[in-house]
């Protein structure tokens, strides 16, 4: 085990950029397989069982290695050359960097990107349609509540929906009977 971890960090040292595209790339791929593996297979019912969509798992795998990993490879050495240090007034600046100019670009990018992949007509548009909901969650909650909530409680209330919806649904399927 010693030896693989040696290697890797190797590897890590040698060819930087390549280890860190392997890496965005399979953690895209795992979570998009795992994501449609839980929801399409795991917590549906026999009846309603779909199979793995390998092609959205093929754009995820594009996206992760080909746009992100040079995106993120580029964007954290900058930010480390540019900020150097680890006091919290340097945290902060690189926080809201990340948030405020960073994210915006990834979301872009990925919006347009899997639009292009999918050969849709117009690219732009789901970026248009999601941007704003996936940057600033509360954003079209409280566009249809027409309240405020904050971005941790909505976070709450989401997790707790989602967990509670799981349940239902877990709790729906007939139970399997020894034999």
Do not use: C
């Not at 409280?142 to 967990?163: D, G, I, Q, Y």
């Amino acid at each position: 085990m010693s030896r693989l971890i040696a290697g890797a960090r190797g590897l890590f040292r040698r060819h930087p950029f390549v280890s860190n595209s392997i890496i965005y790339g399979s953690l895209y791929v795992g979570a998009e397989y795992s994501q449609q593996f839980v929801t399409k297979q795991w917590l549906a019912l026999p009846q309603e069982r779909e199979d793995i969509d390998y092609a959205t798992i093929g754009r995820y795998a594009v996206m992760g290695t080909a746009a992100y990993a040079p995106s993120l490879y580029i964007w954290y050495k900058w930010l480390d050359r540019t900020f150097p240090g680890t006091t919290k007034t340097i945290i902060v600046k690189k926080l809201v960097l990340d948030q405020f100019l960073l994210t915006p670009y990834l979301l872009t990018v990925f919006y347009a990107g899997m639009s292009i992949m999918e050969g849709s007509d117009d690219i732009f548009l789901e970026l248009r349609e999601k941007f704003m909901p996936t940057f600033f969650p509360p954003s079209e909650h409280n566009k249809e509540k027409r309240t405020h909530v904050t971005p941790p409680a909505l976070a709450h209330f989401k997790s707790l929906k989602a967990v509670a919806q799981m349940s239902e649904k877990a709790s729906s399927q007939p139970e399997k009977t020894k034999t």
